[in-house]
């Protein structure tokens, strides 16, 4: 593998569900990151790692629950989402954080219903 | 607040057609503007950075500019295969980056 992988690819749950997308990185990086990218709105930040700690969160609700237990995965916790949270949701790593060129995952599809 | 802003939101050419997108920005102490492609259903690939004013870098038929305002890329005979959406971000300070709506590009043969 290579790059930036995400799993699963595309999800659908429930919205009394609990879930969790996975995110790894093959690059060496040290800063992960979590976005959510709807229809018509630009990518949003919700969580930034650096060295496996936390160092942004954007007012993200707390249904959603990241976790970085070392510099090369990222999960994302998912529970009791609504239907306005189905989106693509992406994962990228940078070589450090707030550092320049960021590397996306292909993203993992969300349908809440 | 860092604003970034994209036009055309969407745009449609000719095969051959040669055309510019447009993102402008107000950010305070810019480190860097980055632009990527991003086709349906995938992540964002990165294209490239721009750190200062009068910058310029080309990638086959993309070239990017920047200015102390705005960026361009400009796409010199466009083929079906560069149909995808455009996406500028730009980094100020120690603020993550700030991504633009994207401007949706379809090539036409």
């Known amino acids: 593998e290579t790059g930036v992988t995400q799993t699963p690819r595309h999800l659908v749950m429930g919205m009394t569900n609990k879930k969790s997308l996975k995110c790894e990185q093959h690059?060496?990086?040290?800063?992960m990151y979590w976005y959510k990218q709807s229809a018509k709105k630009p990518l949003e930040l919700m969580f930034v790692y650096n060295f496996k700690e936390q160092t942004e969160n954007n007012s993200v609700p707390s249904r959603f629950s990241p976790e970085c237990p070392n510099s090369s995965h990222l999960f994302l916790h998912l529970h009791t989402l609504q239907p306005e949270d189905s989106a693509l949701y992406l994962c990228a790593s940078a070589t450090g954080f707030m550092s320049e060129t960021q590397y996306f995952g292909p993203g993992t599809r969300l349908l809440v219903l | 607040e860092d604003q970034v802003t994209q036009s055309p939101e969407a745009l449609r050419l000719q095969e051959g057609e040669s055309s510019s997108l447009n993102c402008s920005y107000t950010v305070s102490g810019l480190r860097g503007l980055f632009w990527y492609r991003q086709d349906p259903g995938k992540g964002p690939e990165f294209l490239f950075t721009l750190y200062s004013a009068g910058e310029e870098k080309e990638k086959e038929r993309l070239k990017a500019t920047l200015t102390k305002k705005e960026s361009f890329l400009h796409i010199t005979a466009p083929k079906p295969e560069d149909s995808a959406t455009y996406l500028c971000a730009v980094q100020a300070g120690n603020t993550p980056l700030v991504f633009g709506k994207g401007t949706r590009l379809s090539v036409i043969a």
């Open positions: 690059l060496g990086h040290n800063a």
